[in-house]
């Protein structure tokens, strides 16, 4: 084992701030995610994402939501500084938004480059803001109403934090892998990926199984089950469409796409019951709805583990709603022929 000092030392404030910043940016992929989240937050509906370099050249996402107003656009990028949570402690609990921190943008221009140009609908100018470490420059501009965010030459300042990268076609997987999720739970809405200018997806304004579509193709699309429960939306796929792996289960809790926990993966399973085959996953998408008390998404730097405070309750729901959405179309019912 090396030898560490053995003295404490307070750590220059650039590099606290370079360690800080690399918790919610370490990768292109936490870009993406946390600038759709902002766009979400705003109300947008329509949301672009252009990607080059596996998104270490260049991560933007262009909406049509609210804006920032030219008032508090100096704020946008400074660290705590966030316009979702009134300062009083008590409503870090009850977070209604997917972003809360502040930190997501002033990460970001401390990774890379930032550039944002933003005009609320009802400002006659948008403004410019151009962020990079700890200088930021803002300026006037014109542009039309809602939000681009674009991060550039992520981590060129960090060769440790670059060498340790994945791929660009890696990350460019992960990123298309999110964005489907992301369209997956919210149909409702206009999603546009580029890829080194070549269009990856795209996504008008559809019910779920038109996601489905999207992202999986019409094959999958035509072989899934609306489910309509309290508290449980989406669809499940007819026991005939299976998979070996679970890749396709995707879950949201409150609009926030979330790693599914392990016991509403098997309340699905348990919701087939006989008919899947042992070992098969099937398809599903399905949408939680939880009282923001019973939901604390800040157990996870990057939000996306779910800690639910009632999870058997909601493992039980998620079970009865793909059984009685099974159970409700007769084809899916008929077992799968033993042979
Ligand atoms: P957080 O999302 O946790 O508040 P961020 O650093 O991601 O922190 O964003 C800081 C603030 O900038 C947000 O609170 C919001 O007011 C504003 N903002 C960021 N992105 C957008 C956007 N796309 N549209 C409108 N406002 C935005
Ligand atoms: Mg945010």
Redesign the pocket.
């Known amino acids: 084992m090396p030898t560490l000092t053995r003295t404490i030392a307070i750590l220059p404030p650039e590099v606290a701030r370079l360690i800080a910043a690399g918790e919610v940016v370490s990768r292109p992929l936490d870009v993406v995610r946390?600038?759709l989240?902002?766009?979400l937050?705003?109300g947008?509906t329509r949301l672009e994402v252009e990607v080059e370099g596996g998104g270490l050249r260049l991560v933007r996402?262009r909406?049509n939501?609210?804006?920032?107003p030219a008032e508090?656009v100096s704020?946008?990028?400074v660290r705590h500084?966030?316009?979702?949570?009134s300062p009083k402690p008590a409503a870090a609990l009850h977070v209604t938004?997917?972003?809360?921190?502040?930190?997501?943008?002033?990460?970001a221009a401390q990774a890379g480059q930032l550039h944002?140009v933003?005009r609320p609908a009802s400002q006659v100018g948008a403004s410019e803001v151009l962020a990079h470490g700890d200088e930021v420059t803002v300026s006037r501009t014109s542009a039309p109403a809602?939000?681009t965010?674009s991060v550039s030459n992520l981590f060129a300042a960090l060769p440790a934090r670059l060498r340790t990268q994945a791929s660009p076609a890696a990350e460019v997987r992960e990123i298309t892998a999110l964005m489907g999720r992301y369209v997956l739970h919210h149909p409702e809405l206009h999603w546009r990926l580029t890829v080194d200018g070549e269009v990856r997806l795209t996504h008008a304004p559809a019910d779920t199984r038109g996601a489905v579509a999207s992202v999986y193709g019409p094959l999958s699309s035509n072989r899934v089950l609306n489910v309509d429960a309290v508290g449980v939306s989406g669809v499940v796929s007819r026991p005939e469409l299976t998979r070996a792996r679970r890749d396709r289960m995707h879950f949201s809790v409150n609009g926030r796409p979330v790693l599914a926990p392990p016991e509403l993966e098997k309340a699905v399973l348990e919701g087939y019951g006989e008919l899947l085959p042992a070992g098969a996953a099937p398809l599903c998408v399905l949408n939680l709805t939880v009282a923001p008390e019973d939901h604390n998404p800040n157990v996870h730097p990057a939000k996306q583990v779910v800690a639910l405070a009632d999870l058997p309750d909601v493992a039980a729901r998620v079970r009865e709603a793909v059984a009685e959405a099974l159970a409700a179309h007769p084809l899916a019912r008929a077992a799968p022929a033993l042979i």
């Open positions: 946390e600038l989240e902002n766009a937050d705003a947008a996402v909406d939501g609210s804006g920032i508090s704020l946008a990028a500084a966030t316009s979702k949570l938004t997917l972003g809360f921190r502040g930190e997501a943008l002033w990460a944002l933003t809602g939000t965010v």
